[in-house]
Structure formats: C-alpha cells, structure tokens
C-alpha cells in the first residue's frame, strides 16, 4: 500500500519558535538595550562594554518572557532556552559597535516612518540610526538574523535598460533610505546590514572615508544609490496603479525560482500560473 499510494516518511524536527519570531524577539531586545543606552550613557561607549552585556542579558529575558508564545505554566525553561539565543545575537552587535560606533549617539530606535510622494504613501519600520557627534551623520542600520541582502542585490537591472524597465533583486536598503532622509531630512550616506549570522556589519551604501569597515564586499556610495531609489519609486507607483486597477497579472519573465523565495508565496495567486518557468 505504501509504494502503491507513493507515501514516503517525513521528518520534522521541532522548533521552539520560527526564525521570523525569533528575529522579532532580537529586534525588541536591542531596540530595549540601545534606549537604556541612550538614557544612561547618552552614547554607545566602548569601555561600558561589559555593562551593556549584562543590559543585554536582562533585555532578552524581560522581551521573551513577555513573548505571547511563551506562555503558560511549562514556559520557563523555555524562556531560559530562547532568550539566551536572544542575548547571544545583541552582545554581537554591541561587540560591532565597540569597534565600529563608539560614541556614537542611538539617535532613532524601532521608528515607524511614513511620508506622502506623487500620491503614494511609502511606510516603514528602520531598525536604528546611530548619529556621530563629531559631524551630525547619520549611520543607518537593520538588523537580520536571516538573510542578508548584497549590495549588488540593490542595483537597477538589466544594468543598461531605461529605468522603467528595471527592477531591483531586493527593494529593502533603498525603501529605508528613502524613508530615513524623509524623516531626517538629512542625506544617508552609510546604510548597512548587522548581519546576526555572520557576526559583522555588511554595508550597502558607505563612504569609506568617513567609517571604514575594511569590507571586501562591493558597496555603493549615496550617489550611486540613486537610481536604485529612483526604480524603487517607479515599481511603487507600478504595484499602486496594478493594486488601484485589480490588476495581477504576472509579469512577464517572472520565474518560479523567483515566486518561491518571496514571503507571500503561499496566498499568491501568482504560484498556479508560474509553472516551472
């Protein structure tokens, strides 16, 4: 009967919480630790590093004890498990900012951003922008315990078509550019990832003569940014006129490959008309 009706064993191994939640959990432990930073010290200072290790230890406990997935009288082992997987990923990032951002000031923290432009309204949530006392700049960050972008990722392609057929692989480090210097009113010239997985900050947009974070990685300046932020507006304005119109049509030359490594693909109707293209 099994080899008639093709079954096959599956093996599944338990998860206490899904990387996504996880990633949650981090984002509101170090959004806790940096304010706590801010209030106390007023700036990231390098020589409190062992200080903000034991900040970060009581953030992750009080953010996963507070987790609505945790709940219940079985929870406290639990707890004790996920949030010292939560604290281990914020003394990551506080070991990067003692080499990288001492005393810098945790100017914005977990900040819901919106601005109005050409009739669109762009929302977003920035993880952190950090701002040198020295200059005023402003050091643009987002945190990722999954995946992290390349900057390549961020670049207008086919590299030598007219910008309204170009598109981008990954829309994140621009949409939050756009967003910071709306806010800010200030140029963003350094916007980086805190890669969580790989222990390191992984730029996107830098200037390598104001922060140098000696990486091999190719990354853009503010001005060559540009036209990502430009396609970024352009695909905006396309997805509200295809949203005001009822119109989702896959595009052509949209692959499977591509359908199945975007987050809404399981409630897309695009999945049962990509085929395996």
């Known amino acids: 009967l099994k080899k008639i009706l093709k079954l096959r064993e599956q093996e599944r191994d338990a998860a206490l919480i899904n990387e996504r939640n996880l990633g949650l959990v981090i984002h509101e ?6 304010a706590k930073i801010r ?11 062992k200080q903000y ?3 970060a230890d009581e953030a992750a406990r009080n953010v996963t004890s507070q987790n609505a997935e945790f709940a219940g009288p079985l929870a406290a082992p639990i707890i004790i498990l996920i949030s010292g997987r939560v604290a281990e ?9 003692a080499q990288i951002l001492d005393g810098y000031i945790p100017h914005i923290l977990e900040a819901a951003v919106d601005f109005r432009e050409d009739g669109l309204l762009y929302f ?3 993880d952190r922008i950090s701002l040198n ?8 960050i987002d945190y990722k315990s999954g995946t992290t972008p390349r900057a390549n990722d961020c670049k207008p392609v086919p590299e030598d078509a007219e910008p309204e057929a170009q598109t981008l692989q990954d829309f994140q480090m621009p949409l939050y550019i756009l967003l910071a210097e709306n806010m800010s009113r200030e140029t963003i010239r350094e916007g980086w990832f805190a890669n969580l997985k790989e ?6 947009v830098t200037d390598r003569n104001i922060i140098d974070l000696h990486s091999r990685t190719q990354t853009l300046s503010r001005e060559e940014m540009e036209p990502s932020l430009n396609v970024c507006r352009i695909e905006a304005g396309r997805f509200a006129r295809a949203l005001a119109d009822y119109d989702f049509t896959r595009p052509e030359g949209l692959s499977r490959k591509v359908c199945t490594g ?8 695009t999945t049962y008309t990509t085929g395996t293209s």
């Open 53 to 55: 290790y034991t900040w």
């Open 89 to 97: 990923n914020v003394r990551t990032v506080i070991d990067l900012d």
């Open 262 to 269: 975007c987050a809404f693909f399981r409630i897309c109707r």
């Open 29 to 34: 432990a170090l959004a806790a630790l940096y």
């Open 39 to 49: 209030d106390h010290d007023g700036s990231f200072l390098s020589a409190h590093k």
């Open 133 to 140: 006392p020295a200059d005023s700049s402003l050091v643009l």
């Open 124 to 126: 977003g949530r920035i």
């Open 199 to 204: 222990k390191k900050y992984s730029p996107v």
